[in-house]
Structure formats: structure tokens, C-alpha cells
């Protein structure tokens, strides 16, 4: 049995998923602590009701990013949080949080890494005529999407899918791939090779 710390920047399924995989006891962790970097986020209530600790840090209070991922560092360690899944979470990592969660931060990125990176991963699918996308669950490393692949989900692109449409087939996946991905890690199932991902 693990804790986890998640870190969020708005609405919060896939923490919904990581929550209730984790009170089924689908999952051996417990979400110890969830972090947004926006007060709003709607993951916040999520987490409240389930009685799970939140905390909020806003980037531009701090002097730098070191200065607020510093913060967070404190605040994952306070949790004796030995796994950080960002899920949502809208902010490049950087070498704070990297420094001490390397090899223990995992994100949720919803296409087949490393096609289409970065922000709009599903229109970028869409635009470039793709039969095929889904969801990639990876390490964080200091690129943007860059690090190595723990697990990834197919899912098709049908003709007439506008970006609602396959996000939303893309997300019932997500919904999977993140609970199986925190599993293999906590069982020590996942082996990196050469600085890539693969089991
Ligand atoms: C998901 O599509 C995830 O893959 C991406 O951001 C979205 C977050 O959704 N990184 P939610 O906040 O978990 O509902």
C-alpha cells in the first residue's frame, strides 16, 4: 500500500478514477493529498468529497517556479507520498519536483505517445487524418510528453468524430489506463530500459 499525491488544474475524471480505484481496492495505494495550481478546479471538490486532503498553489504568488514546486515537494513529502500522478495537471514539470519524484511522477496524455504531444492531442489527431489514437500513461521527464511509456489504450477515430466525440471515447480509456498503470507500478512491474519505458 502505497500514498499517492495527485496533482490537478481542473476537472478531476481521471482523479475521480485513480479515487475510486483505490477505494474498491482495485488499486494497493491511497490518495494522500491532491494538489491544483488553480483555486477553481473543479477536482478540488472531487477530493473533498472523499474526505482526502487538498491543497492550492498558485505559480505567480511564488518568486519562481522553483520557489513553488519547493512548496509542493513539502507538501508531498508531508503526505509520505512515494507516487505523484499528474492528472490534468497544466504545468511543465520542472527540476524541483524532478529532483525528488523522478522515476516516481507519472502523467496521463491522451493520445499514442509520441504522436501528437502537448496541448490538443486529440484535434491534433483529428486534423492530421488519424485512423487511430488513445491514451498514453508515461514518467515524467523535464520535456513536455517526452518521458517513458508505462502502458497505452488504441482507441479508433471514427468518420464524422469531432474533438468531443473522440475525446470522450478517449477519456473512458484514460479512465482505465490510469488505475492499471499506478498497479504495475506499485506491484514494481515496470522496467525502463535505456531510458524508455516498457514492462
Ligand atoms: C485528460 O484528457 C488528460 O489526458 C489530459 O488532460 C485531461 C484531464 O482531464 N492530460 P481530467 O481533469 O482528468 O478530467
Known sequence: MINIGVLISGR???LQAIIDAAEAGEIPAEVAVVIS???DAYGLERAKKHNITTAVFEPKKFVDKSAYESELVKVLKQHNVE???LAGYMKIVGEV???DYQGKMINIH???LPKFPGLHAQKQALDAGAKVSGVTVHFVDEGCDTGPIILQKQVPVLD???EETLSARILEQEHKAYPEA???FVEGEIKTRKGKGGL
Open 97 to 99: 519536483l524532478l529532483k
Open 182 to 184: 499506478i498497479k504495475l
Open 37 to 39: 495550481n488553480k483555486p
Open 160 to 162: 464524422g468524430d469531432t
Open 83 to 85: 507516487l505523484v500522478c
Open 110 to 112: 491522451p493520445s499514442l
Open 12 to 14: 478531476g475524471s481521471n
